[in-house]
C-alpha cells in the first residue's frame, strides 16, 4: 500500500522511489523507449512537423492539438489499471479475462491530466501501478513484504498486458508469415526485451535509440535483408530489374505513423545512374483513415503515397523495371539503401538511412 506521504510526491519522485530498490531496473528502464515516449513523440511529432520546410504550415495548429489530446494517451499513460487490469485481480485464468473483458482491455489508456507529469512517459507507474498497490509478474521474486507490498498479477504476466497501447499488433500476432521457423515462438518480450546471464528480465526495451553497449542486430535490418533483387537480359541492351519484398520476421506490421522505404538505383560501370526507384513500407492506407479528421481536420494527408503493408498474411510484393545498359558498360552495380521515417506526413528528407547495400551484375 502507497503512504500518504509517497501519496503526496510529484510523479518524477514517486519513481526515483521505484529507482531505490531497483536501480538496474530503472536505469535500463530510463535508456529505452518507454521512459523515453513523451519526449520522443515531442520531438518527432510536434517540434520536427513545426520546424519543417517540407510540413504544410496549415496543419502546424492541428498538430499541436492532437498532440495534447491524442498522443498523450499512449505516450504518458496513466496506469494500465485504469482500465485493462481491473478485471484480472479477480481471476487468474487470463483466457477467461481476455474473452469476457477483452473491450475494456483494448481501451485507450488515459493521459495523465497534469502535464507537468507527462516528462517520465511511460514509468513504472504506468504498467506497475494498480491505484494504491504495485502489481508485478505472477512469479517474481520481489519482497512481499516490502513497503509497496508488491502482489503478483497473472494478466499482468502474459503479452497481452502489451496490448493497451500496442493495438495494432494484436491481430497480427496470431497471424503466422511467411518463414512460421522464425515465428512460431516469438511473443513480445522475446523480440524485444533485454535478459540477462541468468535469463532475467533487465527492464530494457530494444529501440531505434539503443547506446552503444544496448547495440544488437536490428530487427529493421533484418527486415531489409529479405529485399531481394535480379538483374536478367531481355535482348543486347535491354534488361530487367526484378525485386522482391517480403515480411520473413517480423509477426506484426509496422507502427501506425512509421514509413520504412528501399531506394533501389543502378549504376553502370562508369557510375552512371541508369534507373532508380523506390519501394515504400507504411500503413497509411489504414491511418489516414484513423487521424484524417481528428489530426488533420478532413484535409488531406501530406507527405509519403501509400505503401506495402507488409502485414505477416500479406504476399510478397513483387515489381520488375525494364531499362538499357549503356553500349560502354560491362557490368551494373545495384545499389540497395533504407530509410526510416517515424511519420509519413513528413518528407522524405526527413528520413534517417539505416540502411545499405550493393550486389554487383
Known sequence: MFTEEY??????????????????????EQLGPHANAFTQVREYVFQRAQNSPYFPPVYVKTITDSFTTICTRCHTGKNLYENNLKATLTSSNVDSIWQHHSNEITAKVPARENPDEWLTGIDCLTCHGA??????????????????????NAFFSSEKACITCHLGVVSDMVDNIHNPAVTKSQTCMSCH????????????????????HKKR???????????TVKVQKKTRHEYALSFEWANKRAPHRITETEDIFMVVSVTSQQSKIIVTDTVRVNDKAKSDNDIQLPIFKGEPIPGSPVGYTFLPTDSAFRKTVSFVMPGDSKSLTVNLTGFIKSQYWLDDAEAEKVYERTEVF
Open 217 to 227: 542486430a536490428a530487427v529493421r535490418g533484418g527486415i531489409f535483408d529479405d529485399f
Open 131 to 152: 491505484n494504491d498497490n504495485v502489481i508485478t509478474h505472477i512469479h517474481s521474486k520481489a519482497d512481499r513484504g516490502a513497503p509497496c507490498r508488491p502482489a503478483g
Open 7 to 28: 501519496k503526496a510526491k510529484s510523479r518524477a519522485e514517486k519513481i526515483q522511489e521505484c529507482a531505490k530498490c531497483h536501480p538496474r531496473e530503472f536505469e535500463n
Open 193 to 212: 526485451s533485454e535478459y540477462d546471464e541468468n535469463g532475467q528480465f533487465t527492464h530494457y526495451i530494444y529501440w531505434r535509440h539503443d547506446p552503444p
